[in-house]
């Protein structure tokens, strides 16, 4: 159940357009090795999800970038302003995710988690999720 609920969460944050089935496994696929590598909680999951991003511990952090990282939307620590272009726009709309990058990609946090979560939630705040 708590895989189903951070799989469906990402799902439908990250790229809630007309997906491919090859764009939902690897959706999928991304969102469960970050679970397992990450161990982050189904209520933390949901939390995420909803912009609940107060009570975000390290897993959750952690969990953000892995994702990120996943989707080639952080190459190094650094936004892959191509690929979130790419990949978000159909969904977003190209000018309110270029809108996110601008106010996003100079986001640095305390650490690699940290980064991560922090433009997670910069581009959760500037709508680049559709």
Not at 6 to 23: H, K, R
Not at 29 to 41: L, V
Not at 93 to 107: E, N, P
């Amino acid at each position: 159940m708590k895989l189903l609920i951070v799989l469906m969460g990402f799902l439908a944050m990250a790229l809630a357009a007309d997906l491919t089935a090859e764009q939902r496994s690897t959706i999928r696929a991304n969102a469960m090795q970050c679970t397992q590598q990450e161990g982050n909680t189904k209520e933390q999951a949901i939390a995420l999800r909803n912009g609940n991003f107060e009570d975000a511990d390290d897993k959750v952090k952690c969990y953000a970038n892995c994702f990120l990282e996943r989707a080639g939307f952080i190459v190094e620590g650094q936004i892959n302003g191509d690929a979130v272009l790419q990949k978000l726009a159909p969904a977003a709309g190209a000018d309110q995710v270029k809108a996110a990058l601008a106010t996003c990609a100079s986001i640095k946090g305390a650490n690699k988690c940290d980064t991560g979560f922090q433009i997670y939630r910069c581009f959760y705040r500037n709508r680049a999720w559709a």
